[in-house]
Every structure is written in structure tokens, then in C-alpha cells.
């Protein structure tokens, strides 16, 4: 599942270290989930689109 | 004082009690007698847990101060991932504990048997063991269920 956390990011000028807090997970956890090495639960996912400003729809895209 | 800070106490605390017990198993056989392997792996494989868990802390308390949560659902994964992995592995092990325990007990300790809190000993490092390989590999590699 590809994603478009780091493109977001990178438009809103946060680090991943702000994101993981504004999100209320670890960093690793963003480090991977950029890295499309982790997927992650709906309430995450949803939680981070939130943060992106974004719907889920628009930040992940599940390739399969 | 916050949980996550009460939860990394708690964690130091465990630890400042395993090395104090390591410490206090050192003093009491180290002047007594020649240590056999046996004797040096229950010193070793304990103080192997006590660097993984110092290095654990500090990252932690690094983690805390920069105001991140201790733990979260991926980091839950990991753990729960190893766990399982060193359950299956620690089941094995067992098995080849009760399998060559003459072996065992002859090349670590120089006895014919190996007695119970030995084997229960053994038992314990290997799952330890196992549980903090699993949860080193999980936590790099990404990719959970």
C-alpha cells in the first residue's frame, strides 16, 4: 500500500518527529509507515489523514 | 508524574535488581571454586539482558523528554510478533534441553545430570534470548502482520 505521508509532510512543514506527536504514536512508526513497511490500523490511518489534512482516500492508495 | 515516566521507573527498577542479583550470584561463587561454563553463561546471559534493557531505558527516557508515548500500536505488534516467534522457539529449545540435558549437564557444569533449578534456568535465558532476537529483528525489519 503506497502512501503520500512524506509529500504531505513536506507541505505542511512538519518533521516526522511533529507528525508522530500531533498523531500520538512513536516516530519509527512514521519512519515506517513512509517507508510503506507497516500498515496501519483504520483509526491510524485515519488519525494520520486527519493530521495531513486529507481523507484516507487521498493518502493511502492500496495497489493490488 | 506521569504513567509513561512511573512505567520506565518500574522497568530501571527491574533492572537495577537483576544486576544486583547477578552481583550478589558473582560474589557468592567467583571466590568459591573455578567457574565452569555453566556458571559463566548465568552470569553472561543475564548481564546480556541488563545491557538490552539499560539501552532500552535510555532511549525511553530520551522518548519522554521530547514528550513521545512509550509505546504504540505498531510497537505492540513488534512485541507481540516476537513473543509468539520465541513461544515456538522456546518450545523447541525445551524439548532439546530435556533431549541432551546429560550433554548439557556434562559440558557446562561437569555433572551427570542437570537438577531442576538448572534446567528451569536454562529454559528461561534461552526464551529470554529468543524473545529479545525476535523483537530486535520485528522492530528493524518493518514489515508486520
Not at chain 2, 520506565?8 to 571466590?31: F, K, N
Not at chain 2, 528451569?120 to 518493518?142: C, E, L, N, Q, T
Request: glycine fraction near 8%; charge should be positive; hydrophobic fraction near 50%.
Amino acid at each position: 500500500m503506497k502512501n503520500r505521508i512524506k509529500e504531505l509532510r513536506a507541505k505542511y512543514n512538519l518533521t516526522q518527529e511533529d507528525l508522530a506527536k500531533k498523531v500520538g504514536v512513536r516516530r519509527e512508526t512514521i519512519v515506517f509507515l513512509e517507508r510503506d513497511k507497516y500498515n496501519p490500523s483504520l483509526y491510524l490511518a485515519y488519525k494520520v489523514a486527519k493530521a495531513l489534512k486529507v481523507t484516507i482516500d487521498e493518502l493511502f492508495n492500496f495497489e493490488g | 508524574m506521569g504513567k509513561n515516566k512511573i512505567r520506565l521507573i518500574l522497568i530501571a527498577v527491574l533492572t537495577l535488581t537483576l544486576l544486583g542479583g547477578i552481583a550478589l550470584y558473582g560474589l557468592a561463587i567467583i571466590p568459591e571454586k573455578e567457574l565452569n561454563p555453566g556458571d559463566m553463561l548465568g552470569i553472561f546471559i543475564p548481564l546480556l539482558l541488563v545491557v538490552f534493557m539499560t539501552f532500552l531505558i535510555l532511549r525511553r527516557y530520551k522518548d519522554i523528554k521530547q514528550g513521545m508515548p512509550l509505546e504504540d500500536e505498531r510497537s505492540r505488534k513488534v512485541i507481540i510478533q516476537a513473543a509468539a516467534k520465541s513461544f515456538y522457539v522456546s518450545l523447541y529449545w525445551l524439548l532439546c534441553i530435556s533431549f541432551f540435558e546429560s550433554f548439557f549437564a556434562n559440558k557446562l557444569f561437569g555433572l551427570e545430570h542437570l537438577d531442576a533449578g538448572q534446567t528451569v534456568g536454562g529454559g528461561i535465558a534461552g526464551m529470554a534470548v529468543a524473545f529479545s532476537i525476535f523483537w530486535i529483528y520485528y522492530d528493524r525489519k518493518g514489515k508486520l502482520i
